[in-house]
């Protein structure tokens, strides 16, 4: 005899809701900050410095190109003096503080477990003051709660909270990123588990009443050419470089035309897989022009690209992209000509 279902069981079932298959689209800038073998013990070498304002172009060029957050991760360092610096964990704060007023969509640095959020929120004030700009927090699944609950009454003078971007890599942080995260980082290979992630994500906030606000992106690492197997020539120089600590260990990888980039991109979001992607490039300029110029306007043909809230429409979007790119390569020409 057939029964029908308790209203209990069906509240374990997800929503049924159609995949929208816009993508959101972030790119991942710690690789302009100071090169990690810097801190070399016992190097005698001068300090070496990020150039704040070539972060800032490329933050410009990515944002004006539809790109809706650059993130800076928690081993981006400013200067390369650690030894007598002992707040360099401030460093990605501070640089999306700097480049604020160039930024007109997401700044997102990357805090370690601990931090003093009551110093970074008062930092991070600055860039959600800026016209179009926001400002995230990656954080640590430890402190998702702190930071997503006000701690001072003063919060609303310093502006609204950062949005929480947390990484999930186990059973608790899912739970953790239901209920505080709205932002979600998967770094997963596998499409089918990629897709397990997100929606076990997508069920802890539904449990937490907060259905529909958090985001599930995966890491891509991106290096494209004229043709594919150009581009899995110079992937494989620029890992051959890079040695074997690569910080995109672990990412999903795209090598090859734009077009098989956006396919990537496409199919992982069409199949539920993920709401979208934060890009790792290959190389500085290169594979950043390749998504400001390249990735981006074709997402944007196909119809899959996130619109921004808030943000310009796409026709001028698309006819900025050329200038974007330009202000990247005067930026390079400018550090190139100082360093010689």
């Known amino acids: 005899m057939c029964t029908v279902a308790s209203s209990t069981s069906l509240s374990l079932l997800p929503s049924r809701t159609p995949v929208t298959g816009y993508a959101t689209i972030g790119l991942d800038l710690t690789g302009l900050g100071v ?4 801190f070399a013990d016992g190097a005698d070498l001068p300090v070496e410095k ?3 304002a070539r972060i800032a172009s490329y933050t410009r060029a990515a944002h004006t190109s539809g790109v809706s957050f650059v993130a800076l991760g928690e081993s981006f360092r400013l200067r390369s003096d650690r030894a007598v610096r002992h707040d360099d964990w401030l460093d990605p704060v501070v640089a999306a503080r700097r480049i604020a007023p160039h930024a007109c969509a997401g700044i997102v640095p990357c805090v370690p477990a601990g931090a003093d959020l009551d110093l970074v ?13 926001w400002a995230g927090l ?24 950062p ?30 588990w990629a897709r397990e992630l997100r929606y076990a994500v997508r069920a802890a906030a539904r449990a937490a009443g907060r259905e529909g606000a958090v985001r599930v992106v995966a890491d891509l690492h991106t290096v ?15 890992t051959d470089i890079a040695g074997e600590a690569v910080t995109w260990a672990g990412a999903l990888a795209a090598y090859g035309t734009a077009g098989d ?3 990537v991109i496409q199919s992982w979001t069409d199949g539920g897989a993920a709401d979208g992607f934060v890009v790792l490039p290959g190389s500085l300029p290169a594979d950043v022009a390749a998504l400001v110029r390249g990735i981006v306007p074709e997402l944007r043909a196909r119809g899959i690209l996130e619109d921004r809230p808030g943000g310009p429409a796409s026709a001028p979007l698309a006819r900025s992209a050329a200038g ?7 930026a390079d020409r400018r550090r190139a000509v100082a360093v010689a």
């Open 224 to 238: 494209v050419s004229a043709d594919r197997e150009s581009a899995q020539e110079r992937a494989g120089l620029i």
């Open 50 to 52: 990020a150039d704040v």
């Open 324 to 330: 974007s790119t330009t202000a990247i390569a005067q």
């Open 121 to 133: 929120e008062g930092a991070l004030a600055e860039a959600s003051r800026q016209q179009g700009a």
């Open 35 to 38: 090169p990690a073998d810097s």
């Open 138 to 161: 990656q954080l640590t699944g430890a402190d998702a709660a702190r930071a997503a609950t006000p701690r001072r009454s003063t919060r609303s003078q310093r502006g609204p909270r």
């Open 261 to 263: 980039v956006a396919d």
């Open 163 to 192: 949005r929480v971007v947390l990484p999930v890599a186990s059973e608790e942080d899912v739970e953790l990123a239901g209920r505080y995260a709205d932002v979600v980082r998967i770094r997963e290979t596998d499409v089918e």
